[in-house]
């Protein structure tokens, strides 16, 4: 199995996906801030990014937040 369906072979939900990267992008940003040098901190600073952005994805996807949006 390749490494980026991991996500989607064990979580069905958009929410349970959304959550997932949204805690792994945190993770990656803590780990961000233990490079040695600014050049390895700002590449280890795109991985969160991206993941946070994947999770956006996601939690715009996933019916909890569609229905708490409809109550607004």
């Known amino acids: 199995m390749l490494r980026k369906d991991w996500i989607s072979y064990y979580y069905n939900g958009f929410f ?3 959550t997932i990267l ?5 993770a990656l940003c803590r780990a961000a801030f233990q ?3 600014n050049e ?3 590449a280890r ?3 969160p990014i991206k993941s946070y952005e ?3 994805h996601y939690f ?3 019916e909890e ?6 109550r607004c």
Request: glycine share 6%.
């Open 40 to 42: 390895e901190f700002r």
């Open 35 to 37: 490079a040695e040098s």
């Open 22 to 26: 949204e805690n792994a992008g945190y």
């Open 60 to 62: 715009l996807r996933s």
């Open 16 to 18: 349970e996906k959304a």
């Open 65 to 70: 937040v569609q229905r708490a949006l409809g």
């Open 54 to 56: 994947k999770a956006v």
């Open 45 to 47: 600073c795109k991985r």
